[in-house]
């Protein structure tokens, strides 16, 4: 209920167009936020404007929620656009560790550039030799497709 809240702000926030999100194409839809479990990944413009919403939304949910940040886990990071002087300022607003680039979130590469192919690979040969720990000749179809989902 307290994510929805939480959510429920950042969306507002960019309905009205204060927070503008990332787009995965340029004529695709913008996301502004991805919530997974106790995790959110928020996706702002790199301008002062945008990043006071986002502590402004914060400092609402801190206080609205009864829930305390843990700042020592924010990070923040930024496209190569970004001059440096202009990073520190926001690192400085936000309160968060600038991190060069995640590297993976969840067990997926959080950047895929044009080659789809090697990124995915890892990725499906990790499941693959999960699933070989497995007798697959034992198993339905049914609980075949069961496990891989599990897998994946």
Excluded at 78 to 85: E, L, N, T
Excluded at 99 to 120: A, C, D, N, Q, W
């Amino acid at each position: 209920m307290v994510a929805d809240a939480f959510s429920a702000l950042i969306k507002k926030a960019s309905d009205h167009r204060l927070v503008h999100g990332s787009g995965a194409s340029r004529k695709g839809p913008k996301i502004s936020h991805i919530f997974f479990a106790d995790d959110n990944l928020l996706f702002a413009r790199a301008n002062r404007v945008e990043c006071s919403k986002i502590v402004d939304i914060r400092n609402i949910y801190e206080a609205a929620s009864g829930h305390k940040i843990n700042y020592d886990k924010l990070e923040v990071s930024f496209s190569k656009g970004v001059c440096v002087r202009k990073q520190e300022e926001l690192v400085d607003l936000l309160k968060m560790k600038p991190v060069m680039k995640h590297e993976k979130y969840l067990g997926t590469p959080t950047v895929i550039g044009r080659s789809k192919r090697m990124v995915f690979a890892a990725l499906k040969d990790r499941i693959w030799k999960k699933l070989q720990g497995y007798n697959g000749k034992l198993l339905s179809r049914a609980r075949k497709e069961v496990l891989i989902k599990a897998v994946i």
